[in-house]
Nanobody
Framework: QVDLVESGGGLVQAGGSLRLSCAASGRTFSTYAMGWFRQAPGKEREFAAAINRSGSNTKYADNVKGRFTISRDNAENTVYLQMNSLKPEDTAVYFC??????????????????WGQGTQVTVSS
């Protein structure tokens, strides 16, 4: 069992930056690959980024590649999502999730077992 709690969301102007954090409980954090998903109003939850257990490999959705960076600190049981050059279309609730599927890094929701409650990110134009 892994409990995940996201933080760091908020309101930012277009072109700005935010860093999301996801704190995990338990002693097994480093055994899970981690992902960030997002869900805009009226849309499906979509994959944004994923990172492997050690942090040495990452994967990004095309619409965030080059702007978002996922990282993790296994000593702190935390995964981060640094978001730069934010656009209004990045407005969504952002969720972190944990998966036991370690390779290839999964991008589909059903492959993630544990989910946080989400944090709202709003980008104004």
């Amino acid at each position: 069992q892994v409990d995940l709690v996201e933080s760091g969301g908020g309101l930012v102007q277009a072109g700005g930056s935010l860093r999301l954090s996801c704190a995990a409980s338990g002693r097994t954090f480093s055994t899970y690959a981690m992902g960030w998903f997002r869900q805009a109003p009226g849309k499906e939850r979509e994959f944004a980024a994923a990172i492997n257990r050690s942090g040495s490999n990452t994967k990004y959705a095309d619409n965030v590649k080059g702007r978002f960076t996922i990282s993790r600190d296994n000593a702190e049981n935390t995964v981060y999502l640094q978001m730069n050059s934010l656009k209004p279309e990045d407005t969504a609730v952002y969720f972190c999730a944990a998966t036991s599927t370690v390779w290839p890094l999964p991008v589909r929701r059903p492959e993630y077992v544990y989910w946080g409650q989400g944090t709202q990110v709003t980008v104004s134009s």
